[in-house]
């Protein structure tokens, strides 16, 4: 049975920081890209930061300098830090495990950061 759990979510002020964690079980952690996205009520969910299985990453303009995604295949966790965060940064932000060569795809439940003073 496949699982990935977020965690780390919670209320901060504007510049504040916060690191995110997924923890991936039931699959070959190494094998997959794994993204985060977050999403806002009545919205899409939307790109912020992915890293692939080879260590690359891409990030969202909206975020770029600001969070860092890294992964630990070891333990089969992917982190996201999140730094000098915005109120636009409010959102419920979600983990994906993405084999793209056996075309698998699984979500976490999401953790939900909000950003206000």
């Known amino acids: 049975q496949v699982q990935v759990v977020e965690s780390g979510g919670g209320s901060v002020q504007p510049g504040d920081s916060l690191t995110l964690s997924c923890v991936a079980s039931?699959?070959?952690?190494?094998?997959?890209?794994i993204a985060w996205y977050r999403q806002l009520p009545g919205t899409q969910r939307a790109l912020v930061a992915e890293i692939t299985r080879t260590g690359g990453t891409n990030y969202a303009d909206s975020v770029m300098g600001r969070f860092t995604i890294s992964r630990d295949n070891a333990k089969n966790t992917a982190f996201l830090q999140m730094n000098n965060l915005k109120p636009e940064d409010t959102a419920v932000y979600f983990c994906?495990?993405?084999?793209?060569?056996?075309?698998?795809?699984?979500w976490g439940q999401g953790t939900k950061v909000t950003v206000s003073s």
């Open positions: 994906n495990a993405k084999d793209t060569i056996v075309a698998k795809s699984h």
């Open positions: 039931g699959i070959t952690f190494r094998t997959y890209d």
